[in-house]
């Protein structure tokens, strides 16, 4: 209480007396600070080198000796130590604005006397009780608010290297906000001028603790004990902060820095193990839809346990392993290039591979639905190139030569998954169509050369002779010159229009009838229910598609963008021309599905008014009418 008295008196002194010069004021309020800690000890000393050499003695004596001093336990809130702080910041910065970025006489006391080596010390012993944060609050004022580059010059940029290795020792500690945010202004600095990363990097033989390479690193076990999420920290703000700090300093543009944080710390080690710890504690069974439906982003993870408990079990642990995901891609998104690949690598070889693999070809029907589920929930919230062509690569392989029958050499992951679109169990077909779907839809040359050109580009489905009886005109690609919407590699139109889609010609629309009719012709009068419905067109099912319900449309939809999203004429020539001369034992989408056709017309003969069960039977789907579960089950069972 005394001490805020004589601050108040301080205050109503100086606005009575006349002006006197900034540095008299700033020396004046940085001897109030050290008369603090001179008078704690019962001593007063005259002299001002004596009281300075007695400051600095002082401070230093003070990190083991603390409890020499009278009035250890009062908080330094109490004292008039944050006032004479708090003046000392708005001198230096009044003096920055007048001098336009040079030095002035303040800032050269500050740091011919080193101050900040003085106030480091004083944080560091903590004494008063939370000297600490009112020590990190003014470094942090200082870097970030004034003009003149302060890091370069030694009596800062030391105290600051010191500060930096304070912060942390204590995890939730007292002094924690101030901390990452004293930690930030440093990144957001460095970012500023990258040059100034050489004062942070330390040899082997200079750092106190050393510098190791980031294979020895093996980061301690994250426990999580009657919490879903297992954090750091306590505090989400604080994380939120410590991660754009993370960020700040992997988006460096210096290659030496980025060679230092891959080779030297644990970083990429780091982020990948904690989406395998966030992996495993995911639940073993969830739904596909729940996984779908989750929306989580790095920096929005708010939610309360009351949302939990009303939706399903484990979402709060999904929405924290999607979320360090999102961070994660951004990472790679954001950082230095060299950043960004290992770190993506280290996701393929920490996460992927040890983790990821092993929950795909277990022996569970549920387990394999909810690891693929959570696989294709991954590859649709990921946007890094770097971490999505190591997503590629652990899925696909790097292989792009054309598939032999006989090589069991190829990825085993990649051809398990293509046999799981035929499995006896729909739902895990259903999913991992679902996955490959996502994959397509991504912008990735791997995926559309592994997937789709990888067996077309040498056109041996053509059958050659034909070429040679005058079909070369006809029989070639019918679609070269369609209107084709923009492949995944390419930007879309904007929807204001600033590109206008190429205009289609007489004969170009007359080949895409011609495509069209040539696969709707496929199925015989006696098998549509068109004549009875009144439905006698192509341009009847977009005319539907208003009408009919969201599962139908959503399952219409995925196949259209699929198909139209590439725009190759060898793909569009094997999926659209219904005249292609097909090589033996080769089969193609037009093919294919005049086979299903032919098999259905032998099989509808044994069927009495088959057009009419099949009319009722597409009403109830469409969800226009319904019809008795008995017979439908009677139509699908003789089909």
Known sequence: MFNKIKSFIHEAVEALAPDVPLQETFVFHWKAITNYFIEATGEYIQAPLLRWMFTLLLTCFCLVYTQWFADEKVPVQSTNIPYHLEQMRNILRHEDDQMGGTAGPCLEYLLQYKILDTL??????????????????????????????????????????????????????????EEIQFLCVVCAKLRQDPYLVNFFLESL????????????????????????????TLDSRIAVKACEGLMLCASLPEDHAATVIILYTPFCEVMADRLKVLFEHLPKNMEPLDISAVAAKWGLDHQSDDEDVLSFPGKRRLISFLSWLDYVDQLSKEAHKLVGKA????????????????????????????????????????????????????????????????????????????????????????????????????????????????????????????????????????????????????????????????????????????????FISLVPDEIKTSALTGDTGYDTYLRDAHKQPYDVNLQVTSVIALLSQFNHPQLQEYLLNATLPLAQDCRTLHSTLQNVVQDLRGRIQRLPNFQRHVIAVRRQLMGVATTPEHKRNWLLLHL
């Open 120 to 177: 480091h010390t004083l944080g560091r012993a903590d004494c008063p009780p939370g000297m600490k944060q009112q020590v990190l609050l003014f470094f942090a004022n200082i870097l970030s608010k004034m003009k003149q580059p302060l890091l370069p010059h030694v009596n800062v940029y030391r105290p600051v290297h010191r500060l930096i290795r304070l912060s942390g020792e204590v995890k939730a500690a007292p002094s924690e906000n």
């Open 205 to 232: 033989g200079n750092s106190p603790t050393g510098l190791h390479p980031a294979e020895d690193f093996h980061p301690p076990p994250i426990k999580s004990e009657g919490r879903d999420k297992p954090d750091y």
């Open 343 to 518: 770190l993506a690598v280290g996701v393929r070889e920490r996460f992927l591979q040890p983790v990821m693999e092993p929950a795909l070809i277990q022996q569970s029907e549920l387990g394999i639905i909810t690891a693929t589920a959570i696989l294709r929930r991954c590859v649709k919230a990921v946007t890094s190139p770097h971490l999505l062509q190591e997503i590629c690569i652990f899925l696909l392989g790097e292989e792009t030569s054309p598939e032999v029958p006989s090589n069991t050499g190829d990825h085993k992951l990649r051809q398990t998954l293509i046999q799981r679109c035929d499995h006896l169990s729909d739902e895990v077909s259903i999913e991992t169509l679902k996955l490959f779907e996502a994959l397509l839809d991504k912008p990735c040359e791997i995926i559309f050369n592994n997937l789709v050109l990888r067996n077309l580009r040498s056109r041996k489905y053509f059958c050659a002779p034909a070429l040679t009886n005058g079909g070369a005109a006809s029989n070639g690609p019918v679609t070269e010159n369609l209107l084709m919407p923009p492949s995944p590699s390419t930007p879309p139109l904007t929807p204001d229009g600033l590109e206008s889609p190429q205009i289609i010609d007489d004969v170009d629309r007359e080949e895409v009838e011609q495509v069209v009719n040539s």
